[in-house]
């Protein structure tokens, strides 16, 4: 079933348009009965006492597991605790508490669940009391201000929401003052941030007390937090900043702000409260073009966005279709493309996925999607921190997850909980100097020293481009990365270090899959489990993945089992604390210590088999026109396809009659097509240009308002117009007919 919510009398009403797909999803099935026109509007007095419904029918989702109630209701101490929890600690790493106010609402869940064997049990509503009386009397209060404004405020407005109508009302009353800690001027509820979180507890609670007057003005500040900012909040680029450390937070917080406006859309849809047309698209598009786009084959939250989550298991756990689902009962807008994410999380990915290549200019943040791979890259400069503070000891591991990080999915599942494993010095993508051991955690967090970080992209395809000085090393590169339909490119240059430590650029490092295969002669060998170095080798193959290398490298291989402990990188009390073994894969270069200058180049083939690494390693579809501290370029000659990384002022010549000379340091990709450049595009990974102004050896024809030509004895000059102020960084795409 779809159902579409449209205008009619000056209020939004709900109709069965078709019967289009059955609703599998029990919570919105649930929502759906509570509003949909199924049920008489006489059901409701009003739109409060609708949208109260719509809230505790989404409560009630879901069975309730007896064997648990009944455990929570033998377990249960005379003061109303349960064995098991620490009620001592209120730390950040500790306040087990947080699992005392699940119980409640659980127990409040099974209390009034129509198909609850426990409903209206006196035994249960008693447990309720004793919990909820014991956490009113000792006011639990957490050193981290989330449980405090946030999670225990939500789970008592729920429990009073459930069941709140058969409490004593001191007991209610007494709750207030703990739910109230969800208020508009909390320290937490900052615009852009969890301001939107906070309001949407604080109007469950209104809608709990009646309060008609004060739900509505929360209501509009709820709708108005779907916005663009310049600071914290949604990007103009749809990546998510949650701090002035400018760092993406677009799959952390920024999963938890389109949610939670999500579901007050749903819970307010056809009344008077209702959102307006307009929030609803924005929030789209932003979900679309920035939660989806940041995903691989937008299903799986990607190792490369995640900050110190990963020190979480089940970061990488692939996202329902639930939010997806609740956007399209409240607008039809980009209806395809919203059933096609919702299709690829429900039944597996979709190998119809669209491509795209995106690059979030404010997160230094790159994504590229084919129907059979999907690759990002993360960068920091200047303008943005590297990686987030690992705030309540988590990821405490993270300092070189930002240093020109590459991670590839081909099934989305290569780094599922690999972390308490990983060797967080041979990061994806990233050149490291090898330490003994890793800086103090309070290191992790580093501003950028350098400007030039950016991407030129088309919106299919893009190349990436990164002056990289190491915040934490005296090390430097220049680093970059060239996408196309087969496979991407990757070059470095330029490689210096100021220390007798070894360098390391890590090609990959994933959960191994099968055996490693590695060239010999013309066929190939099997690796036996272990380390390896491999010196000259043409390609490497590992879990239908062919890395090939164009050139002799020192190239080293290890695979096989490795230990570690998820309380390695994170001290949070829930932390399992238990060994873990897992296969791990890792393929990485080898610079030695003390490299001058320094260079690698590598192609990867994602999705490919054995034999078709031989044949591309022998019949290079991809071309290195330049791996220099100045210059780096690829080609695709089938395709005509020229991508450039001038990092100073400059010429190239890309082919017989066809040169390049840059007048500044910038990014370009150059389309022929029947032997004439048909579309240019360009950018300024320093931020400071107008324009990009350039020479190219051919005439070029066309007119466009965002580009000047002058050609003169078969020569074109190009003034390429950049976007500015908060695009600054986006590239310009120049169409020439």
């Known amino acids: 079933m779809r159902f579409v919510v449209f205008e009619n009398s ?36 009003n739109d409060f006492d609708r949208i109260k419904g719509r809230i505790v029918a989404g409560l009630l989702e879901g069975d309730i597991d007896a064997a648990t109630v009944t455990e929570l209701l033998d377990s249960q101490r005379a003061d109303g605790t349960w064995p098991g929890i620490n009620y001592e600690d209120v730390s950040r790493t500790g306040f087990e508490h947080r699992l005392h106010s699940a119980n409640l609402v659980l127990l409040s869940k099974a209390y009034t669940h129509r198909g609850s064997k426990f409903r209206r049990n006196k035994r249960v509503l008693q447990a309720i009391e004793r919990g909820l009386s014991h956490w009113v009397e000792h006011d639990y209060f957490c050193d981290n201000w989330w449980h405090n404004q946030i999670g225990t405020p939500m789970n008592m ?16 009353e007494a709750t207030q003052p703990i739910i109230g ?79 939670a406006f999500v579901e007050w859309a749903v819970y307010v849809a ?8 307009e929030k609803s698209r924005q929030l789209v598009d932003y979900y679309l073009d920035g939660i989806a786009k940041t995903m691989a084959f937008g ?99 993270n300092h070189h997850r930002g240093d020109g990080t590459n991670h590839l999915a081909v099934t989305g599942l290569e780094y599922a909980d690999i972390f308490p494993v990983l060797d967080y010095q041979k990061i994806p993508g990233a050149t490291i100097l090898q330490k003994e051991i890793l800086p103090d955690e309070n290191q992790i967090q580093k501003w950028g020293s350098t400007e030039f970080v950016g991407a030129a992209t088309d919106g299919t395809y893009g190349l990436v481009a990164y002056d990289f000085k190491s915040a934490h090393d005296p090390l430097s590169a220049k680093k970059a990365w060239f996408f196309f339909d087969e496979g991407y490119v990757c070059l470095g240059a330029g490689i210096e270090a100021r220390s007798g430590r070894a360098v390391y650029t890590t090609i990959n490092q994933n959960l191994l899959q099968g055996q490693v295969a590695v060239s010999k002669g013309a066929g190939h ?69 003390r490299p001058g200058n320094g260079t690698y180049s590598y192609v990867v083939f994602p999705a490919v088999s054995r034999s078709q690494v031989a044949e591309l390693a022998t019949n290079m579809p991809l071309q290195i026109v330049a791996n220099t501290r100045d210059i780096q370029a690829v080609k695709h000659p089938d395709r005509g396809l020229y991508q450039l990384a001038f990092y100073r002022a400059g010429s190239l010549e890309l082919e017989d009659g066809l040169t390049v000379k840059m007048d500044s340091p910038g990014l370009l990709m150059i389309q022929l097509a029947d032997g004439k450049v048909v579309k240019i595009t360009g950018s300024d990974p320093t931020r400071r240009l107008a324009a990009l102004n350039f020479r190219i050896s051919h005439a070029l024809s066309g007119t466009s308002g965002m580009a000047t030509l002058a050609t003169q004895a078969g020569d074109t000059s190009v003034r390429l117009e950049l976007p500015q102020g908060m695009f600054a960084g986006k590239s310009a795409v120049l169409e020439l007919k």
Not at 157 to 172: T, Y
Not at 374 to 392: D, G, I, K, L, W
Request: aromatic fraction near 10%.
């Open 10 to 45: 000056n209020r939004m009403n709900v109709c069965l348009t078709t019967m289009k797909q059955k609703v599998s999803n029990l919570f919105i099935g649930l929502i759906l009965i509570a509003w949909v026109c199924l049920v008489p509007m006489a059901v409701y007095a």
């Open 157 to 172: 407005v729920h429990v009073m929401l459930l069941v709140g109508s058969s409490l004593p009302a001191d007991l209610v």
């Open 299 to 397: 299903k799986y939250p990607y190792t490369g966005a995640k900050n110190r989550s990963i020190a979480r298991p089940g970061a990488l756990n692939p996202l329902p279709a639930d939010t997806p689902k609740k956007l399209l009962l409240t607008t039809d807008y980009r209806r395809l493309e919203l059933e096609e994410v919702i299709a690829t999380r429900e039944k597996g990915i979709n190998r119809q996925t669209r491509s795209h290549s995106t690059f979030f200019w404010h997160s230094e943040h790159f994504t590229f999607q084919r129907p059979h791979y999907f690759a990002s890259v993360r960068m920091y400069s200047t303008r943005n921190a590297n990686m987030e503070v690992p705030y309540n000891s988590e990821g405490l591991k």
């Open 270 to 277: 056809g009344t008077q409260y209702a959102f307006s047309e």
């Open 181 to 259: 800690r969800a208020h508009l001027n909390a320290s937490g509820a900052r615009p852009s941030g969890d301001r939107i979180k906070i309001a949407g507890i604080l109007a469950k609670n209104l809608l709990f007390i009646n309060d008609l007057s004060q739900f509505e003005e929360v209501i509009k500040v709820i709708e108005g937090e779907i916005k663009f900012a310049e600071g914290r909040g949604m990007q103009y680029d749809y990546s998510f900043h949650h701090r002035e450390d400018r760092v993406n937070n677009t799959l952390s917080y920024g999963l938890g702000y389109a949610d």
């Open 525 to 593: 060998r099997m690796l036996p489990t272990g380390s390896h170095e491999l010196d000259g080798i043409p390609w490497v193959f590992s879990d239908s993945v062919g890395y090939v290398f164009p050139e002799n490298q020192l190239v080293r291989v290890a695979s096989g089992p490795v230990s570690g402990r998820w309380t390695d990188i994170s001290q949070q009390t829930s932390s399992p604390k238990e060994l873990v073994t897992k296969d791990v894969f890792s393929l990485w270069l080898d610079h030695g210590s």
